[in-house]
């Protein structure tokens, strides 16, 4: 059986944990999805999604909660772990313009800019092409990080918009810009969920 993790510390858990259940329910897979905030719950887990939200108030709330070190090691190990918008900022291994006090898992090797968007387009809808499904993808951004650099060729790209990349993943590990959560689309949470069956 499945267990899903949506770290449920600060930002858009509950779209997350919706969007996970459907996206089990598809896949025809029996499983549960918790809202993760303690470290006892890790035990037994298949995959982890860090939601959008405030990536400060993350960091902070993953380390002063003791989820920072073992969903690192978990995320080493090879557990499936997705990122998004905020979530993507957690995993990147270099982040311009984050605050002194944010701490990153560093399981991306990517360098992301926060906020990079800019006030005028800082929130906005335009179709996604997707490595793995052939239909566009509706892509919400809002306030998003945007990725400048694949640091290695462990990182692939998996998410366009136009010709810029705006979702990686490498090994067990996905992060992208957009928030797939805040769409009735699962395809992304069924690709995520595939690597934990
Ligand atoms: N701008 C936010 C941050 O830097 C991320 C925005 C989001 O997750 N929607 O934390």
Known sequence: MVKVGVIGLQGDVSEHIEASRRALENLGVSGEVIWLRKPGQ????????????????????????????????????????????????????????????????????????????????????????????????????IRAPRIVELLNDKVKPIAWLGDRVVGVEAGNVIGLEFHPELTDDTRVHEYLLEKAI
């Open 42 to 141: 890790l035990e037994g887990i298949s995959a982890i999604i860090i939601p959008g939200g405030e990536s400060t108030t993350i960091s902070r709330l993953m380390v002063k909660n003791g989820l920072f070190e073992p969903i690192k090691e978990l995320g080493e190990k090879g557990l499936p772990i997705m990122g998004t918008c905020a979530g993507l900022i957690m995993l990147s291994k270099e982040v311009t313009g984050a605050t002194p006090e944010q701490r990153f898992l560093k399981l991306l090797d990517v360098r992301v800019n926060r906020n990079a968007y800019g006030r005028q387009v800082d929130s906005f809808e335009a179709p996604i092409k997707l490595a793995f499904s052939d239909e566009p993808f509706p892509g919400v951004f």
